[in-house]
């Protein structure tokens, strides 16, 4: 019931101008033939390149079709010498065998103190997922500290900006128990805007290879205070040559000092 959406993309020999890269082709008829590993074909469709050398197949699947390994394989109409050739499999719909939780300390991540946490996994017949495969990551993103006591508050510095970071922690394999426990830093050296989230991500492998995952945040922090603004409560104007009193809140994230004045 689903569909396959195939994209191909050919090129031709290297142009005489082009310094060695391949060129890209006129377009051209094509048609995607679809084999089933008895060798039978199941389906043929026509397309045409487009001006960038690409053409695009979405292949409808019945729920009759029969499930295992398919050939794709790109023809010019009334060619038997493929351009490209690639395989998919068809498999029925099953659930996920595993479950996978992230456990980590609730305290915000600091560069002093980096994030520790543990993956765990569990098959859902209750046993440990011993031995299995698990990869996380750690994704730092922009996420602005805000005071309850100080709702209306700014607390980001406006000409600074941060882009979204990811750090790999690379494959582990699953102990006894079912865990893995990765560890990340932050860098010491950001300055972003203001507070950071720290996304942990893990995946874990099912048997067969198909991955579960599981998220969780954490606030992070690459300062040790964060200065608040608030404007006026007279809609937030000024006037030229007229002095502008504002409102200033301080958070010590040490020792969890506020100060307003």
């Known amino acids: 019931g689903e569909t396959t959406h195939v994209k191909a993309i050919v090129r031709g020999p290297p142009a005489a101008d082009a310094g060695g890269a391949p060129s890209c082709p006129p377009a051209f008829p094509v048609q995607l033939r679809i084999g089933r590993s008895d060798g039978t074909t199941r389906q043929t469709l026509a397309g045409m390149l487009d001006e960038r050398g690409t053409v695009a197949f979405d292949i ?82 922009p996420r602005p500290f805000r005071h309850p006591r100080w709702p209306d508050y700014v607390f980001d510095d406006a000409e600074k900006s941060f882009q979204p970071v990811t750090h790999k922690l690379g494959d582990a394999r699953l102990d006894a128990a079912g865990r893995a426990v990765f560890r990340d830093a932050l860098p010491a050296g950001w300055r972003p805007a203001s507070a950071l989230e720290a996304v942990l991500e893990v995946s874990v492998e099912e048997n067969g290879g198909r991955t579960v995952s599981a998220t969780t945040t954490r606030p992070a922090d690459c300062y040790p205070y964060y200065v608040g603004l608030r404007l006026p409560d007279a809609g937030g104007g000024c006037r030229a040559g007229q002095p502008l009193a504002l409102r200033l809140a301080a958070h010590d994230l040490q020792r969890g000092h506020v100060a307003r004045r």
């Open 60 to 141: 409808a699947w019945r729920d009759h079709d029969a499930t295992g390994p398919y050939t794709l394989h790109l023809l010019t109409p009334g060619g038997e010498t493929p351009l490209g050739t690639t395989r998919i499999l068809l498999e029925d719909f099953a659930p996920p065998t595993l479950a996978v939780t992230i456990e980590a300390d609730a305290g915000r991540v600091t560069p002093a103190a980096g994030v520790t946490f543990t993956a765990a996994a569990r098959h859902l017949f209750g046993a440990p997922a011993a031995g299995q495969p698990a990869q996380a990551a750690v994704r730092f993103v």
